[in-house]
């Protein structure tokens, strides 16, 4: 994979989250161990963005939310919504294919402790904005937690003072794009019932609803 202006399978931007792919690769040298790429639709009408690849999951499989726990909640959801042809993601070769959705990550690269400090944050800040340009003014776009959402914003040219992040909000950002916020579909939100899977489902209703209802 070539790098392109949305996106570097080499980046070495961040010192620190290289070192640490570095490490990963001696400990778990069939896993991914490098920036994952953003997965589906090539002109989506529905633009999901989480916070990082997982230890065990996007790092490993290289597709994101792909065999972690917080892809269970997020494909089965997907394809009751009508946006996967299938309930699970198991690996990046098992023929899913998303319609009108594309999943990508805030930052692109496994973080130890899963949790970027702010520079790598703004850092790969830069991948998220060619990306989201390069998307139809329609594309409605879906954070999955704060540090996506606050990606979102300031990709899109807003104050993050203007824009309060919580579960279900409905947000307009500079140009008019629609942003809408959920709380992350990780193990710790949906065990502790912080997050339940009637939440999410009612979150991607309104994502889908506002998706179809804008011209493409």
């Known amino acids: 994979m070539t790098a392109t202006r949305d996106f570097d399978p080499e980046c070495s931007l961040c010192p620190r989250l290289a070192a640490h792919r570095n490490e990963l690769r001696r400990q ?13 639709d ?11 690849p997982g ?5 490993a499989s290289g597709r994101p ?11 089965q959801s997907l394809y009751q919504a009508g946006f996967s042809n299938s309930p699970q993601s ?3 070769d098992d023929n899913l294919v998303l319609e009108s959705a594309r999943i990508t990550n805030a930052v692109k690269c496994l973080p130890p402790a899963n949790k970027p400090t702010t520079q790598e944050a703004n850092s790969c800040q830069r991948f998220l904005e060619r990306e989201i340009a390069g998307l139809s003014a329609a594309t409605v776009i879906l954070a999955l937690g704060t ?3 606050r990606s979102v914003v300031r990709s899109a040219g ?7 992040f919580a579960h279900g909000a409905v947000h307009r950002l500079p140009g008019g794009r629609c942003l809408i916020d959920s709380y992350h579909c990780s193990r710790y939100n949906t065990q502790t019932r912080r997050l339940t899977p009637a939440m999410f489902e009612a979150v991607l209703a309104t ?5 179809l209802a804008s011209p493409a």
Not at 28 to 40: I, L, Q, R, S, T
Not at 65 to 75: E, M, N, S, V, Y
């Open 28 to 40: 778990f040298p069939d896993y991914h161990n490098a920036p994952v790429a953003a997965f589906g």
């Open 42 to 52: 090539a002109a989506p009408r529905l633009l999901i963005v989480g916070l990082a």
């Open 55 to 59: 230890l065990h999951g996007a790092n």
């Open 65 to 75: 939310f792909t065999g972690d726990f917080a892809g269970i909640l997020l494909f």
């Open 90 to 92: 198991v690996s990046s």
């Open 147 to 149: 540090i996506a959402h």
């Open 158 to 164: 807003g104050k993050l003072s203007e824009y309060g």
């Open 207 to 211: 994502a889908r609803s506002l998706a």
